[in-house]
């Protein structure tokens, strides 16, 4: 037997933690044959993910427990390594655990008058030492009234959007007992916060000169965050700024960012803001001859199959493996089956992030929020083929094929062949990775008008991670149809989904009855706008608002609410041959417009009418429909209207009526939507480029403590 004295000194790499269970400096190892007591720590980075977190072990100990597979593995060599879950304090502080050299994480100083770092936060926290001069934190995920430190010295506020949340979900436990008025005193393990899609302000008001640290936990998901900080300090300013992105964290991140300064005087102020990163605009879609693809992540949502395929649509796993569902009435599908590459099976799965909908299904009629769909069972190579035919269209037909991958990565194929199965152009895209979780993405394929017979292969295979696996979900058909005129129209249902007036309305857009059945918001900066007030028709002059809308609404871009998130209002009146109208302007664009109006009705039926008109007022082309819904409770549909661009005409106008025809009920107007058809993602008509999505969409930033600990001068 012989005995090993490890010294941090003697270690040509010092480790520095954080984990309060590993602060030694010096560790004995006693070795039995060659056999160490402790298994070594190998690294103490913490591993994790949105499940679980772990850390690496190297080696094995002398214990070796029999009778059960649960225990952890034991290894003899050193060059053995394991991966150890972390599941709480009183599991992970073992004895058969140990360090060949471990030191306090000593930081550097900080060179200038204000240094922002990140690091990742302690799994579990204590408040009151974090911040033993003052903290703020938020102990309940179902109220945004925070916490603070009793007798804290310092102030700490926060500003938010109307639209913040209470949330929970952390990956960093909080716990403190010095809590004060209006919270809880005492506090365990606490994964509370508040989220936003917006940001945060933050104002720490620091008593006292010396040296300070501000730490602020915050994490954002899907995209990214920045934070901007400015030190107040009588005649001092300096300034700090850090961005990260979420990607780098499996689009989950929870991080400290640690703001450290020195103060002369008594009093300062630290300015700190929190605001989701910027999403990038997409890049050109990858094109061939005829036939362009995009990919679009799908982070969560529902789509409305209905509405995405009006000439086709096919749902994949909704009861099992194998069953199919598609669009009802459609007497020759462009959809064909689904076939197995490599032996991949079709097991089902009851979880995907994105749900779906559809009103016109067989042999499932209607379904609505399915997380339904089917996956390959894992393996390199491994995936599915579908062949979809491609009509003959004057317009681009757009395939919509969703998909999914969990820690793996996937690879797109669209293949455009001929009547007689000549490949005449092929794209690629292998974009939709993830090393943990998982995550979901629509590809979006535009056809460009040709020859008839043609169709189009999809392959869609797994080429990474042999422990992972590819999901498909559904896929949509668009064909656009050319009416003729100037003016084509379609109606489809809009039941129970949520609508982004931002992407939906690039050039414009309005929703009415937000907060009363006088309010209106409409796109920022629109100036005059291109859509008019609403107006009613007929005898009655009533408008009311409602607030029970299955069709909810969202915007990022208005006035006077700058952001609104899901609201499920409208306005509504009532009365046989009485309704409601507006116009809008239509602008000069190389491919012409897209309006949609957001329609519905309440037991009733009612006349929708969009007439195009010339400058001097010449009718020039109408659309017309009847939709009825008389059953008690709420219809929606969504009226989309092609405009097609006119050379010698630049000041168009489209009049938009609805008008109740039968007694009973009423009808509804929630919104109208105006979008450069060149920029439309997926319309009811044609469209190959997705639109540049805001800053805004899709971001969502947490935020779940902020804590000062001073060290005052003299």
Same mark, same amino acid.
């Given at each position: 037997?012989?005995s090993?004295?490890?010294?941090?000194?003697?270690?040509? %790499?010092?480790?520095?933690?954080?984990?309060?269970?590993?602060?030694?400096?010096?560790?004995?190892?006693?070795?039995?044959?060659?056999?160490?007591?402790?298994?070594?720590?190998?690294?103490?980075?913490?591993?994790?993910?949105?499940?679980?977190?772990?850390?690496?072990?190297?080696?094995?100990?002398?214990?070796?427990?029999?009778?059960?597979?649960?225990?952890?593995?034991?290894?003899?060599?050193?060059?053995?390594h394991?991966?150890?879950?972390?599941m709480?304090?009183?599991?992970?502080?073992?004895?058969?655990?140990?360090?060949?050299?471990?030191?306090?994480?000593? +930081?550097?100083?900080?060179?200038?008058?204000?240094?922002?770092?990140?690091?990742?936060?302690?799994?579990?926290?204590?408040?009151?030492?974090?911040?033993?001069?003052?903290?703020?934190? &938020?102990?309940?995920? %179902?109220?945004?009234?925070?916490?603070?430190?009793?007798?804290?010295v310092?102030?700490?506020?926060?500003?938010?959007?109307?639209?913040? !949340?209470?949330?929970?979900?952390? +990956? /960093?436990?909080?716990?403190?007992?010095?809590?004060?008025?209006?919270?809880a005193?005492?506090?365990?393990?606490?994964?509370?916060?508040?989220?936003?899609?917006?940001?945060?302000?933050?104002?720490?008001?620091?008593?006292?000169?010396?040296?300070?640290?501000?730490?602020?936990l915050?994490?954002?998901?899907?995209?990214?965050?920045?934070?901007?900080?400015?030190?107040?300090?009588g005649?001092?300013?300096?300034?700090?700024?850090?961005?990260?992105?979420?990607?780098?964290?499996?689009?989950?991140?929870?991080?400290?960012?640690?703001l450290?300064?020195? !103060?002369?005087t008594?009093?300062?102020?630290?300015?700190?803001?929190?605001?989701?990163?910027?999403?990038?605009?997409?890049?050109?879609?990858?094109?061939?001859?005829?036939?362009?693809?995009?990919? !679009?992540?799908?982070?969560?949502?529902?789509?409305?199959?209905?509405?995405?395929?009006?000439?086709? &649509?096919?749902?994949?796993?909704?009861?099992?493996?194998?069953?199919?569902?598609?669009?009802?009435?459609?007497?020759?599908?462009?959809?064909?089956?689904?076939?197995?590459?490599?032996?991949?099976?079709?097991?089902?799965?009851?979880?995907c992030?994105?749900t779906?909908?559809?009103t016109?299904?067989?042999?499932?009629?209607?379904?609505?929020?399915?997380?339904?769909?089917?996956?390959?069972?894992?393996?390199?190579?491994?995936?599915?083929?579908?062949?979809?035919?491609?009509?003959?269209?004057?317009?681009?037909v757009?395939?919509?094929?969703?998909?999914?991958?969990?820690?793996? +990565?996937?690879?797109?194929?669209?293949?455009?062949?001929?009547?007689?199965?000549?490949?005449?152009?092929?794209?690629?895209?292998?974009?939709?990775?993830?090393?943990?979780?998982?995550?979901?993405?629509?590809y979006?394929?535009?056809?460009?008008?040709?020859?008839?017979?043609?169709?189009?292969?999809?392959?869609?295979?797994?080429?990474?991670g042999?422990?992972?696996?590819?999901?498909?979900?559904?896929?949509?058909?668009?064909?656009?149809?050319d009416?003729?005129t100037?003016?084509?129209?379609?109606?489809?249902p809009?039941?129970?989904?949520?609508?982004?007036?931002?992407e939906?309305?690039?050039?414009?857009?309005?929703?009415w009855?937000?907060?009363?059945?006088?309010?209106?918001?409409?796109?920022?900066?629109?100036?005059?706008?291109?859509?008019?007030?609403?107006?009613?028709i007929?005898?009655?002059?009533? =408008?009311?608002?409602?607030?029970? %809308?299955?069709?909810?609404?969202?915007?990022?871009?208005?006035?006077?609410?700058?952001?609104? =998130?899901?609201?499920?209002?409208?306005?509504?009146?009532?009365?046989?041959?009485?309704?409601?109208?507006?116009?809008?302007?239509?602008?000069?664009?190389?491919?012409?417009?897209? /309006?949609? /109006?957001?329609?519905?009705?309440?037991?009733?039926?009612?006349?929708?009418?969009?007439?195009?008109?010339?400058?001097?007022?010449?009718?020039?082309?109408?659309?017309?429909?009847?939709?009825?819904?008389?059953?008690?409770? =709420?219809? %929606?549909?969504?009226?989309?209207?092609?405009?097609?661009?006119?050379?010698?005409?630049?000041?168009?106008?489209?009049?938009?009526? &609805? /008008?109740?025809?039968?007694?009973?009920?009423?009808?509804?107007?929630?919104?109208?939507?105006?979008?450069?058809?060149?920029?439309?993602?997926?319309? +009811?008509? =044609?469209?190959?480029?997705?639109?540049?999505?805001?800053?805004?969409?899709?971001?969502?930033?947490?935020?779940?403590?902020?804590?000062?600990?001073?060290?005052?001068?003299?």
């Amino acid at each position: 037997m012989c005995s090993t004295v490890a010294v941090v000194g003697d270690c040509p %790499n010092r480790l520095h933690t954080n984990n309060s269970h590993a602060r030694m400096h010096i560790h004995v190892y006693v070795h039995i044959h060659h056999t160490p007591l402790h298994t070594h720590v190998s690294s103490l980075f913490r591993f994790g993910d949105i499940h679980t977190r772990s850390v690496v072990l190297r080696g094995g100990s002398n214990y070796r427990p029999a009778g059960s597979h649960w225990y952890f593995p034991q290894a003899a060599a050193l060059n053995v390594h394991n991966k150890y879950f972390l599941m709480d304090a009183r599991y992970e502080r073992a004895g058969t655990l140990g360090f060949r050299c471990a030191a306090d994480a000593i +930081q550097p100083p900080c060179p200038g008058p204000l240094c922002l770092r990140i690091d990742a936060p302690r799994a579990y926290t204590d408040l009151d030492t974090l911040g033993s001069s003052a903290w703020l934190a &938020w102990a309940n995920a %179902n109220s945004i009234t925070p916490t603070t430190r009793a007798g804290g010295v310092g102030t700490i506020s926060v500003v938010f959007s109307n639209t913040t !949340t209470a949330c929970a979900g952390a +990956q /960093v436990a909080l716990s403190w007992i010095n809590g004060g008025s209006p919270g809880a005193t005492v506090v365990a393990n606490s994964s509370a916060g508040i989220c936003s899609q917006d940001g945060f302000s933050i104002l720490a008001s620091i008593s006292g000169s010396g040296d300070h640290v501000v730490t602020v936990l915050a994490g954002a998901s899907v995209h990214g965050l920045r934070m901007d900080a400015t030190l107040l300090d009588g005649t001092v300013t300096a300034n700090a700024s850090r961005a990260i992105q979420a990607t780098d964290y499996d689009n989950v991140v929870n991080l400290a960012w640690t703001l450290q300064f020195h !103060t002369n005087t008594t009093t300062s102020s630290l300015r700190i803001s929190i605001h989701p990163l910027p999403v990038p605009p997409p890049p050109s879609p990858p094109c061939s001859p005829g036939l362009c693809l995009y990919l !679009t992540p799908e982070i969560g949502g529902d789509v409305d199959l209905s509405s995405k395929g009006p000439s086709d &649509w096919v749902h994949y796993g909704l009861k099992d493996g194998t069953s199919v569902d598609r669009e009802a009435g459609v007497k020759s599908p462009l959809i064909g089956p689904l076939l197995s590459v490599d032996g991949a099976s079709l097991t089902p799965y009851k979880n995907c992030a994105v749900t779906f909908s559809w009103t016109n299904g067989s042999p499932a009629t209607v379904v609505v929020k399915s997380p339904t769909g089917v996956y390959n069972g894992g393996g390199v190579g491994k995936g599915y083929a579908v062949s979809v035919s491609i009509p003959m269209s004057s317009t681009d037909v757009i395939v919509l094929v969703y998909v999914g991958v969990y820690q793996a +990565q996937g690879n797109m194929n669209a293949s455009l062949l001929d009547s007689t199965g000549r490949l005449l152009s092929s794209v690629n895209d292998s974009s939709l990775v993830v090393q943990q979780a998982s995550l979901n993405g629509v590809y979006r394929i535009a056809v460009q008008p040709g020859s008839s017979g043609r169709s189009l292969r999809l392959l869609w295979t797994q080429v990474k991670g042999d422990t992972g696996n590819i999901a498909i979900q559904s896929i949509a058909v668009n064909v656009a149809v050319d009416c003729g005129t100037p003016l084509c129209g379609t109606r489809h249902p809009n039941e129970a989904s949520d609508v982004d007036l931002t992407e939906a309305g690039n050039l414009d857009w309005t929703h009415w009855g937000a907060e009363d059945n006088t309010a209106s918001d409409s796109k920022a900066g629109r100036g005059g706008g291109l859509i008019a007030p609403v107006k009613t028709i007929g005898s009655s002059t009533i =408008i009311q608002n409602y607030a029970n %809308n299955p069709t909810t609404f969202t915007w990022a871009n208005g006035e006077p609410d700058a952001l609104v =998130i899901k609201t499920p209002t409208g306005i509504y009146t009532r009365g046989i041959n009485c309704g409601l109208t507006t116009t809008v302007l239509i602008p000069s664009t190389p491919a012409g417009v897209i /309006v949609r /109006v957001y329609l519905g009705n309440f037991g009733s039926m009612g006349v929708f009418n969009a007439t195009l008109a010339s400058t001097d007022g010449e009718p020039l082309a109408k659309y017309s429909n009847t939709y009825a819904h008389h059953d008690a409770f =709420i219809g %929606n549909a969504v009226f989309a209207l092609a405009v097609k661009p006119a050379s010698n005409d630049s000041n168009r106008t489209l009049t938009l009526t &609805w /008008v109740q025809t039968a007694a009973g009920g009423n009808i509804e107007w929630q919104a109208v939507a105006v979008q450069g058809n060149s920029l439309a993602l997926d319309p +009811q008509f =044609i469209s190959t480029t997705a639109p540049a999505r805001g800053p805004l969409s899709g971001a969502r930033l947490l935020l779940q403590a902020v804590a000062i600990s001073s060290v005052h001068a003299g």
